[in-house]
């Protein structure tokens, strides 16, 4: 009887250690993905902003640039913000 009672322990320390593991796990690949998205945002405002600078004034009144994933950055001649165009929802 005292043995089953350790197997059972034993059984819920590692289904608890294993709930923990994915739980941080699965953090840290959030974070993760969220730190590169916001790397990625911060260099396509950068080049953008250049561009800007170069070309004050562009012919569609947009300034585009493509990241090396492919993904399409622009940000218009009335603000300063940078949208990704797969974000950008249209009525």
Partial sequence: ??????????VVIVLIAALISM?????WDETEQKLNRELIRSEATKTLML?????????RGIWEWEDENGEVWIMFR???SV???GDIELP
Avoid: C, S
Avoid at 23 to 27: A, I, K, V
């Fill in 23 to 27: 739980t941080l796990y699965f953090r």
């Fill in 1 to 10: 009887m005292r043995a089953f009672v350790l197997i059972e322990l034993l």
């Fill in 51 to 59: 561009m800007r600078m170069d070309d004050p004034n562009p012919e």
């Fill in 83 to 85: 949208h990704n165009v």
């Fill in 78 to 80: 009335q603000g300063t």
